[in-house]
């Protein structure tokens, strides 16, 4: 009888699973305290420019130009007309500053309006505008005869800087006078 050697049979060696790596979790705890840092230091120059009002029993307490609200117990620039003075000479009681104006009554002359902004401007809407410049050109508050084309007819049916021209460019040209002079915005040969 001869005996076959067999191999015995392989050994099976549990391999524990890899641990995982604490690398990402750190990097992203010290990511969050950098910006928990970061939005703290903000809002601390934040809140350091934010210089609350003086507190005052007196205008004496107050700066220089500013008087005390006693109803508040804070300096304001102005509580009245009789506090504001030079080109702006009427207090926004709202804001407590010297300004321009508060109502049309203050505005004369070609700035009859006053704006939301409180200073004497020509227009804020267009009927405040008439004649020759009917259109009130709200970004800078001037009356002017056109702000779109739309506006214009006839002879000069462009609208360049509030004004009706003729043309702008040489499309806008043709027949004899195919050229556009941009300086005279008129149709030339």
């Not at 350091?48 to 009002?53: E, G, Q, V």
């Given at each position: 009888m001869s005996y076959v050697r067999t191999a015995p049979p392989p050994r099976v060696v549990a391999?524990?699973?890899?641990?995982?790596?604490?690398?990402?979790?750190?990097?992203?705890?010290?990511?969050?305290?950098?910006?928990?840092?970061?939005?703290?230091i903000l809002l601390i120059l934040y809140f350091?420019?934010?210089?609350?009002?003086t507190k005052c029993t007196s205008s004496s307490q107050c700066a220089t130009g500013e008087v005390c609200d006693l109803g508040t117990g804070?300096?304001?620039q102005c509580l009245s007309d009789t506090?504001?003075?030079?080109?702006?000479?009427?207090?926004?009681?709202t804001s407590h500053t010297c300004v321009q104006c508060t109502a049309n009554s203050q505005c004369s002359g070609t700035t009859p309006i006053c704006s939301s902004d409180n200073t004497c401007v020509q227009c804020t809407a267009s009927s405040d505008c008439s004649g020759a410049t009917p259109i009130c050109q709200?970004?800078?508050?001037?009356?002017?005869?056109?702000?779109?084309n739309s506006d214009c007819s006839g002879a000069s049916p462009k609208c360049f800087n509030g004004t009706c021209v003729a043309c702008t460019s040489n499309s806008d040209c043709s027949g004899a006078t195919p050229t556009c002079n941009t300086v005279a915005h008129i149709c030339v040969p």
């Open positions: 391999v524990p699973p890899p641990r995982p790596s604490r690398v990402p979790l750190i990097i992203t705890i010290v990511i969050i305290v950098i910006l928990v840092i970061v939005i703290i350091a420019k934010s210089k609350p009002a804070f300096c304001r506090n504001c003075s030079g080109t702006t000479p009427h207090c926004n009681t709200t970004s800078n508050h001037t009356c002017v005869q056109c702000t779109a």
